[in-house]
């Protein structure tokens, strides 16, 4: 059936310093990537997303690549700062019995040490 | 807008009793569906709705039922509790049939199992 995969499932960086979260998915008809982050105790929030028309997609020091291809997709955070501290999670569309759903990865938990 | 709304926010069942756990959202949007996150393992989609009278199954389906009477509610019902249903439950909906849009979460109901 459809999976999405994530990794790593834990990244420790420094403030300032990059981090990058890599996904893959298994239904070559999924469109639609999205990406949450949920901050502890709370519930997930939409941070960025694209679709499969587009490769690379970017807002402020968020930014995400897909490789239909290859069927992965990355989120990239840019000097990142402690409020970026949260669980990250990927999500893929796929098909379901009639009609399309969101499958989500296990999820990366991101620490930003100042 | 009160977004998506979820009640009880905490509960505690005996293993084989029952309960409904209540989501409702007032965006008018079509699509809706339940999560269940557990740790390590990100968030699985238990059932989802494209609209009212039309739900289908999720990734892990078994020991839940859902229906969808109205635009506003998607009730989420346990038959028969069980410990491995203990888990942080999340509903959530979106303007689009799951195609491209935001998911909007509500804040989740805790369930424990004994």
């Known amino acids: 059936g459809e999976n999405v995969e994530q990794h790593p499932s834990t990244l420790s960086v420094q403030e300032g310093d990059s981090a990058v979260i890599k996904c893959t998915y298994s239904?070559?008809?999924?469109?639609?990537f999205p990406w949450y982050k949920q901050e502890l105790g709370k519930r997930p929030q939409l941070i960025i997303d694209?679709?499969?028309?587009?490769g690379e997609k970017k807002d402020q020091r968020i930014a995400v690549t897909l490789n239909k291809t290859a069927k992965h997709f990355s989120l990239h955070i840019t000097e990142t700062q402690p409020e970026d501290s949260a669980v990250y999670f990927c999500?893929?569309?796929?098909?379901?019995?009639?009609?399309?759903?969101?499958?989500f990865g296990p999820g990366t938990s991101l620490s930003v040490i100042p | 807008n009160a977004g998506v709304t979820q009640t009880p926010k905490f509960q505690v069942l005996k293993t084989g009793q029952s309960m409904t756990l209540q989501c409702a959202q007032d965006?008018?949007?079509?699509?809706m569906s339940w999560y269940r996150q557990d740790p390590g393992m990100g968030l699985r989609l238990i059932h989802y709705?494209?609209?009212?009278?039309?739900?289908d199954q999720g990734e892990v389906p078994n020991g839940y039922n859902v229906s969808r009477s109205t635009t506003e509610d998607f009730p989420l019902r346990l038959l028969s509790a069980a410990p491995s249903q203990t888990s942080v439950y999340f509903c959530?909906?979106?303007?689009?049939?799951?195609?491209?849009?935001?998911?909007?979460f509500g804040p989740g109901t805790r369930l424990t199992v004994l």
């Open positions: 959530a909906s979106s303007s689009n049939r799951g195609l491209g849009d935001t998911q909007y």
């Open positions: 965006m008018n949007h079509e699509y």
């Open positions: 709705s494209v609209g009212a009278g039309i739900t």
């Open positions: 239904d070559s008809a999924s469109n639609y």
């Open positions: 694209i679709r499969s028309n587009v």
């Open positions: 999500a893929a569309s796929s098909r379901g019995t009639s009609y399309d759903k969101v499958i």
